[in-house]
Nanobody
């Protein structure tokens, strides 16, 4: 398992942008699948985006497609979630996650989360 740390959350007006970051103490993510999830007040945690560097693929929830972009830096030690055109319904705690064991379903490492609040 990895110890993941998110940063970059905050308060922003609707239509604004934020960039979330996720690191794991200098570990590289090149062999892992990395994802972003979120939990809105009173709701279940939901998938937002994922990136698999090994195969060079990304995928997004329909609700964020075209507005959010998941990416990594050139050293593959930081994963970003660029969030544009934010809406009040994007308000949630955002979590970074890593799938380090490909043979086991699901993500095995989670960060503590960072709060994103979008005001109308």
């Amino acid at each position: 398992q990895l110890q993941l740390v998110e940063s970059g959350g905050g308060l922003v007006q609707a239509g604004g942008s934020l960039r979330l970051s996720c690191t794991a103490s200098g570990r590289t993510f090149s062999r892992y699948v990395m994802g972003w999830f979120r939990r809105a007040p009173g709701k279940e945690r939901e998938f937002v985006a994922t990136i698999a560097w090994g195969v060079g693929s990304t995928s997004y929830a329909d609700s964020v497609k075209g507005r959010f972009t998941i990416s990594g830096d050139s050293t593959k030690t930081t994963v970003f979630l660029q969030m544009n055109s934010l809406k009040p319904e994007d308000t949630a705690v955002y979590y970074c996650a890593a799938k380090t064991v490909m043979s086991v379903p699901g993500y095995d490492s989670w960060g503590q989360g960072t709060q994103v609040t979008v005001s109308s």
